[in-house]
């Protein structure tokens, strides 16, 4: 089969690798579409992604959707033909987590996440023609939903829980500062669960059009000197820049409340943080998700359309070009799309 293979910083190859077979316990699936992320493009431009780094070749991507191939022994439940996305993640261990922190396997210590550097031998990605996967992290799409869509739930769940982090949102004042693919899915996130008005943010008109389209009532494109609102009882920093801390906070009512979804550096970086104390804001860390990718199936499901996301789509055989395109913010680009598979008759599944 072939996969999108990254070697080291700069070094992404399609590599033909060998059709996996699946396991006790596990189903394969021919992988029909998968979404670029900001963690591929890590791997891709700097050969690490935080804090793990790249000992040896690795398949990419954890956004992904296809249709099952064939059942491992002890399988049940599944079908071939049936179209499935995937739970990213997989806790090793005994799953044990403290009772302040019971369920919350995002935070578990020791996570194999799809397409991630972190362990020894490496977790590849779905980012291939066929991937076998335990059955246990298969989430079966509903009728109505596409594998198109399908690829894009595991971003869709990270907006819905750093949603979830704030609490209850209905009849909410609501700042998403940055708009790129996860920050436009907040504000989608934002308006399902009930937010009066969202404001989005960003640096990028082409950004912002996107989350208009998802929801947003109101646009600041700060590059052209729009100002952040004032006096706003809920932000959702989205853009991951420590120089955007200072303006965010400074826009956060105070008493109000600050979830930061975006990633920050692992390093040290300047920020201006004094409006924390001095208006007692809550700055609350969102991370990955739990379950709530079978939310965002059942939001699909009942109406929620994440087409205005897809902005770029790319055949298995461009991944290098997709992924220069999914890096540059005047390409336009939102979230770029990898067609993974064909069918027996050649064309597109």
Known sequence: MKAVVVHGAGDLRIDHLPDPVPAAGEVLIAMEWGGICGSDLAYWRHGGSGTAVLKHPMVLGHEVAGRIVRLGSGVAGFEAGQPVTVHPARTVGDGALPDRIAGRTNLHPRVRYFGSA??????????????AVRAEQLRPLPDGVSTRHGALAEPLAVALHAVHRAGDLRGRHVLVNGAGPIGSLVVAAAKLRGAATVVAADINDSSLAVARALGADELRNTARGDLLPDDVELV???????AALGPVLRATARGGTLVQVG???????????????????????????????????????????????????????????????????????????????????????
Request: charged letters at 25%.
């Open 118 to 131: 972190a362990f020894d031998p490496h977790t590849d990605g779905g980012f291939s023609e066929f991937r």
């Open 263 to 349: 990633n920050l550096p692992g390093t040290a970086a300047p920020a201006v943080l004094g409006d924390l104390v001095t208006r007692e804001i809550t700055w609350i860390g969102s991370y990955r998700f739990v379950d709530e990718i079978s939310d965002a199936l059942r939001a699909m499901r009942d109406g929620l359309d994440v087409t205005p996301l897809i902005t770029h789509t790319f055949d298995l055989d461009q991944a290098a070009e997709a992924l220069a395109v999914a890096a540059d913010r005047t390409s336009g680009s939102s979230k770029v799309l990898l067609r993974l598979g064909q069918d027996p008759a050649g064309g597109p599944r």
């Open 236 to 242: 959702f920093e989205a853009s991951g820049a420590p």
